[in-house]
């Protein structure tokens, strides 16, 4: 059962009424229970669990530190293109915004790998606005075949595709997807998704099931928090990540749950969320799933990025550009969003270390995957 079908089991209002009824004791009893469950979890989303924050700091950084040690994976997004044929109100690659579009050639997208690779990322995340007519599959899958010589992991975060034209990626090089549902709540979705293909819910709430189908390493699902209510959006993302957990559970599954940024257009979030509700859905989501990586990119400014390392973040960007050619090829275009913390590699790097994590740049390598699948692990005796 795909997620399109599982949600209708689950209705907003029930959620949503659940979370605001749970009392402290209904809290109390979640910080104890073990392992967690549905309703336990709702709990910890509630605003009764917020003078509950710091013991689900505690316990949330012990879970983490348990399950994943003290690293942090880095990552870098780079940006192919900003063409898009949809219109969503909260984005600066909305259709109807006048900026300047471009879609990278092969030689940008090298140049652009190549700066970040010098920097030491060996983790990337292909982004693109949705257009598959500027960004068509074999365009995507000629940049995999290339990168992955050079880098040990590529992600894409692009337009919803099929079962086959994900196979084809996968086939190519590209080991992760990421895909955001922005919003659960079908109306909120409806209303901020007006045009284009994007308009239509159950095939973008499918698309991480395609992506288990097709054999996508890692996973990677989030919500657009600020557009609806985030204790809901939360429980929904819970469900979700559960789901494709339970189906799809040769991959790695991670959770995003970025915050609204300011964009060309101006959109302002109706639903805001403040740094303590940040952390307590960060907490609720890391006793929910200890196995989850939980994601945090630039759009959040250094100082909460600093302070939510220990308390169960497990991937990081760091010096990210949002426009196709960002970081070398055209430094002046105007990007998806605008990123708070504008620290280098380097620097974020350090900062991690100072906190006694470790910054990890490589921890997997396709090697690993042609020996599960049985191959025997090539080892070049001139490298050795
Ligand atoms: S959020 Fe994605 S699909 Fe929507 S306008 Fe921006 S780039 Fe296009």
Redesign the pocket.
């Known amino acids: 059962m795909t997620f399109s079908q599982k949600i209708l089991e689950y209705p907003w209002d029930d959620l949503e009424n659940a979370i605001f009824q749970a009392s402290h004791r209904d809290v109390e009893y979640a910080l104890s229970a073990n392992p967690i469950l549905f309703k336990d979890f709702l709990a910890l989303l509630s605003p009764a669990a917020e003078p509950y924050l710091e013991t689900m700091a505690q316990i949330s950084h012990r879970v983490t530190v348990q399950r994943f040690g003290r690293v942090i994976q880095m990552y870098a997004p780079l940006y192919i293109s ?1 063409e ?5 109100v ?6 109807h915004n006048t900026i300047e579009r471009a879609t990278l050639t092969m030689d940008e997208v090298f140049t652009e790998a190549e700066e970040l690779s010098r920097a030491g990322f060996q983790h990337l995340l292909l982004v ?3 257009s598959p007519r500027h960004v068509p599959v074999e365009y995507m899958a000629d940049i995999a075949k290339k990168l992955s010589t050079r880098f040990s992991s590529l992600a894409i975060e692009v ?1 919803p595709m099929s079962t086959e034209s994900y196979s084809t990626l996968v086939n190519s090089g590209v080991d992760g997807l990421t895909v955001y549902q ?1 919003t659960y709540h079908l109306g909120r979705y409806k209303e901020v ?1 007006p045009a ?1 293909r ?1 308009k239509d819910y159950d095939w973008r709430i499918d698309t991480p099931d395609r992506g288990g189908q097709a054999g996508f390493r890692r996973l990677n699902i989030g919500a657009l928090l600020g557009l609806s209510n985030w204790r809901v959006e939360g429980a929904y993302l819970a469900l979700h990540a559960g789901s494709l957990a339970h189906l799809y559970w040769k991959s790695h599954l991670s959770i995003s749950f970025p915050r609204l940024r300011p964009a060309f257009g101006g959109y302002e979030p109706e639903f805001p969320v403040d740094d303590a509700q940040m952390v307590q859905l960060l907490c609720a989501l890391r006793l929910w799933m200890p196995e989850a990586g939980l994601v945090m990119s630039t759009r959040e400014p250094a100082s909460l990025r600093d302070h939510l390392i220990p308390l169960g973040i497990t991937h990081m960007s760091a010096g990210s550009k949002t426009a196709p050619g960002g970081y070398k090829t055209n430094r002046d275009r105007e990007g ?1 969003f605008e990123v708070s913390d504008h620290r280098s590699p380097r620097e974020v790097s350090e900062m991690i270390l100072s906190r006694g994590y470790e910054p990890v740049w490589k921890d997997w390598d396709r090697a690993f995957l042609d020996h599960a699948l049985g191959h025997p692990l090539r080892i070049d005796s001139s490298e050795c």
């Open positions: 900003s898009c044929t949809n219109s969503c909260y984005c600066g690659f909305n259709r693109s606005g949705e337009y922005e998704h284009g994007k998806q």
